[in-house]
T-cell receptor
Framework: TQTVSQSDAHVTVFEGDSVELRCNYS??????LSWYIQHHGRGLQFLLKYYSGNPVVQGVNGFEAEFSKSDSSFHLRKASVHWSDSAVYFC????????????FGLGTTLQVQP | DPKIIQKPKYLVAVTGSEKILICEQY?????MYWYRQSAKKPLEFMFSYSYQKLMDNQTASSRFQPQSSKKNHLDLQITALKPDDSATYFCASSQDWGVQNTLYFGAGTRLSVL
């Protein structure tokens, strides 16, 4: 069974701070990892993805994430957050095979204070 | 302009009734999906379609029936509604059924079953 764990339900930082949102997964095969952002009352929007190659991937709005096979992690980072980054962030895993389902974590609510 | 339109945005239904959730995408995508987001639970995959053909069904109950009348439509019919069906239902699409394809989500339909 594949699982995605986002250890922090809520993270609060100040504008201009750096932030790291943690994501760990359990699966031994080839996987596709992604992060999505959900602003209040909206659908999920794609931030970035990793499938192979450089373990550090760049996404939209200054976000990046680093894949670590040894740690089974795909943490999301941003060097300097803006108040508009306040949202819920979801990590997702898609396993290879006949299914295309994404398995999501419970999400981390990021609150950026002025 | 939203490229994935879900209607209605909010829906209230009585137990035992039947409702249809509408989804249309104008991204020219060939694959479409339904996900469900219930309170305190991760986003949950329900169905995937490719070129109007059902590819994957992870929904145990036959009360949930997707309907694809056109390539860019994937509606979701729910019969014999139960209070446990209360959730936000998200439609998504991707260019095709490839494993690396990015999913684009609609804003969701929030269903409340009384």
């Amino acid at each position: 069974t594949q699982t995605v764990s986002q250890s922090d339900a809520h993270v609060t930082v100040f504008e201009g701070d750096s932030v790291e949102l943690r994501c760990n997964y359990s699966y031994g095969g080839s996987i596709y990892l992604s992060w999505y952002i959900q602003h209040h009352g909206r659908g999920l929007q794609f931030l970035l993805k990793y499938y192979s190659g450089n373990p550090v991937v760049q996404g939209v709005n200054g976000f990046e994430a680093e894949f670590s096979k040894s740690d089974s992690s795909f943490h999301l980072r941003k060097a300097s957050v803006h108040w508009s980054d306040s949202a819920v962030y979801f990590c997702a895993v898609r396993v290879t095979g006949n299914t295309r389902k994404l398995i999501f974590g419970l999400g981390t609510t990021l609150q950026v204070q002025p | 302009d939203p490229k994935i339109i879900q209607k209605p945005k909010y829906l209230v239904a009585v137990t035992g009734s039947e409702k249809i959730l509408i989804c249309e995408q104008y991204l020219g995508h060939n694959a479409m999906y339904w996900y469900r987001q219930s309170a305190k639970k991760p986003l949950e995959f329900m169905f995937s379609y490719s070129y109007q053909k059902l590819m994957d069904n992870q929904t145990a109950s036959s009360r949930f029936q997707p309907q694809s009348s056109k390539k860019n439509h994937l509606d979701l019919q729910i019969t014999a509604l139960k209070p446990d069906d209360s959730a936000t239902y998200f439609c998504a699409s991707s260019q095709d059924w490839g494993v690396q394809n990015t999913l684009y989500f609609g804003a969701g339909t929030r269903l409340s079953v009384l």
